[in-house]
Structures are given as structure tokens and as C-alpha cells.
């Protein structure tokens, strides 16, 4: 039978070098997609190793080179509370993995405002959902990600929504102020599930035995409150990809390399 569009699927690369050119080459392509008839393309990034590493190989793509990145508009599902050219940032790995070497203008790259702007915690958050209601649709006051791309951690976190925590049940806001992260640095602001399940495509990119068990986890529906990953999802795609090594407790049925 048919897969649903809407399934999920797990795409396996052997190396987490050849995923991160795997999910740059669907990348490229989606985004041309997206803006050849001039449409905007609006696109959540996220943080760690693989993060920066898929952004790296779409700088190294020619087909860079080809995008209206006018058209192109540039957010985080996350952010860590530190000042903007902190090494701990997720928009300053983006700027120096891809953002700093495209032609994308600086009025499309929504960063999440640090303390050396003055704003508290807080007023960051909700700086950040204004920023956002600026892009709205006609269904909620943000914009619809053509791709949202998810780190997953060992834990089965996304963004800065961890296991058994009160914000990966608000479904009332769109972003909020995360105090004592289980993981460092404690200060952080987060989009919501509502907002990250409302992108068309979100496209999960993880590696390493240690992150097998969440995948695990996640693909067999557990429960979203203690596996955040469990509960993302896009629209129209929603797809988990992996290396060999985090590939291990995947059901081959659940395998897709057409995609």
C-alpha cells in the first residue's frame, strides 16, 4: 500500500558526514521549490553537531549559489538565553556554518534577542512570538515553516522542550522562556509543539547509538510529554534522518531512501 504523506519516515545515511549532504541536497531542492515563482520560504534551524554540519554542506552545494535568498526568511526552534556571539548560540553556529556566506538580506534572519540587548528572559520570549506574529497566516500568529529542522537529544528532547516538563504541554503560546534546562545553559527560549507542528515539512536529523533509543521511542508513538520527539510532526512530511548507528531499533517498513 501507498505510504501516507503524513507518515513518518526514517531516511538512513552510513556516516553522519554523507546525512548531512543527503538532508542539504533535499534542502536545496525544497527551498528552490519553494521560491521559483517567488513565494517566500520561511525556515525554522536548529543547534548541535549535525545542525551546523547540514548547514555546512548546503554553503558547500553550487546550487547555493542559485537560490534567491531574498525570499528566504531565517528562524530558530530554539535558543539558548547568552549573548549573540556566544559560542553556546545556535544563530551564531548558523551564521558561521551558512547564513554569513549566502546572500540572504539581515531583515531575514530572526535571532532570538540576548541579554547585551537589555531585554530580560522574558521580554525575549515574548519579543520573539511579536517578531513572529509579524509573518502570521490566517490560522496562527506565526508562520508556517516550509522546514523545520529538529536536533533530537539522547533524552528524546526537541528545542527546548525536555522530557516531563510543563512547556512541552502549552499549546496557548507561541514561544517561551525555559528557566533551569536540564541541559546547559539553563536560561533558554523555545518555540511551542503548536508552532513547530504547524510547519509543513519537519525533518528530524539525528546520529549516534546513544540517540537510537529516543528514535526508537519516537517511532513507536510513545507518549510526548516523555519523549518530546514523539510529537513532531509536520503537515505534510515528517521525517527522521539518521545515520546507521542511530538506525539500529528501526523497523525496515518504517525505512524510506526514495525521499
Not at 525556515?43 to 554540519?53: F, P, R
Not at 512541552?168 to 528557566?179: I, N, P, S
Not at 509543539?193 to 519516537?218: E, F, H, I, Q
Request: net charge negative; proline share 7%; glycine share 6%.
Amino acid at each position: 500500500m501507498p505510504v501516507s504523506s503524513a507518515e513518518k519516515r526514517v531516511v538512513v545515511e552510513a556516516t553522519p558526514t554523507a546525512l548531512a549532504h543527503r538532508v542539504a541536497d533535499r534542502f536545496l531542492s525544497r527551498v528552490r521549490a519553494r521560491t521559483r515563482n517567488g513565494r517566500l520560504a520561511h525556515i525554522a534551524l536548529t543547534g548541535g553537531s549535525m545542525g551546523g554540519a547540514v548547514l555546512r554542506a548546503t554553503a558547500e552545494d553550487p546550487r547555493a549559489a542559485d537560490i534567491d535568498w531574498s525570499l528566504v526568511h531565517f528562524w530558530w526552534g530554539d535558543e539558548r538565553f547568552v549573548p549573540r556571539d556566544d559560542d553556546d548560540r545556535n544563530s551564531l553556529q548558523s551564521r558561521q556554518a551558512l547564513l554569513d556566506h549566502i546572500a540572504v538580506p539581515a531583515e531575514n534572519v530572526h535571532e532570538v534577542s540576548g541579554p547585551e540587548t537589555g531585554l530580560t528572559l522574558d521580554e525575549s520570549a515574548a519579543a520573539y512570538a511579536e517578531e513572529l506574529a509579524g509573518f502570521g497566516t490566517t490560522e496562527h500568529p506565526w508562520p508556517s515553516f516550509a522546514v523545520c529542522f529538529l536536533g533530537v537529544g539522547p533524552d528524546g528532547h526537541i528545542a527546548s522542550l525536555f522530557p516531563d516538563r510543563d512547556e512541552v504541554t502549552v499549546t496557548d503560546a507561541a514561544v517561551l522562556a525555559v528557566r533551569d534546562s536540564p541541559k546547559p545553559p539553563p536560561e533558554r527560549v523555545t518555540l511551542t509543539r503548536p508552532v513547530l507542528n504547524s510547519s509543513k515539512r519537519v525533518w528530524l536529523v539525528l546520529t549516534g547509538a546513544d540517540k537510537a533509543s529516543a528514535l526508537g521511542l519516537a517511532l513507536a508513538g510513545a507518549s510526548y510529554t516523555s519523549v518530546p520527539a514523539a510529537g513532531a510532526k509536520g503537515r505534510k512530511r515528517t521525517v527522521f534522518f539518521v545515520d546507521e548507528a542511530a538506525a539500529s531499533e528501526v523497523s525496515p517498513d518504517l525505512i524510506d531512501q526514495a525521499y
